[in-house]
């Protein structure tokens, strides 16, 4: 079982990204997906988090949603900004997402970078 996150990158204040989490070996469809991220120094931190069923939790800014058709997950960030700037990862687990712990998959991570 692999998760993977892709869709990092350099981008600018203001810029958006789209992250992407994809799975070999695990039906995504089934799981509460989370996006969590560490910026430097940091520990890590909870962002977002979709249930099986489509609803999501605590997005603040950004944006989660899944397409079923694709056993993919999406992190849509708008408005970037320099304090966004972090690891970002996905992990899944069976249960729902009401708290941060107790994620069973984890993927490698990628680098969000925003800078001017």
């Known amino acids: 079982v692999q998760l993977q996150a892709s869709g990092g990158g350099l981008v600018q204040p203001g810029d958006s990204l789209r992250l992407s989490c994809t799975a070999s070996g695990l039906n995504l469809n089934d799981y509460s997906v989370a996006w969590f991220r560490q910026a430097p120094g940091k520990g890590r931190e909870w962002v977002s988090c979709i249930n099986s069923d489509g609803s999501t939790l605590y997005q603040g800014r950004f944006t989660i949603s899944r397409d079923n058709a694709k056993n993919t997950v999406y992190h849509q960030m708008n408005s970037l900004k320099p304090e966004d700037t972090a690891v970002y990862y996905c992990?899944?687990?069976?249960?729902?997402?009401?708290?941060?712990?107790?994620?069973?998959?984890w993927g490698q991570g990628t680098q969000v970078t925003v800078s001017s």
């Open positions: 992990a899944a687990r069976t249960s729902k997402c009401n708290n941060a712990g107790n994620f069973r998959f």
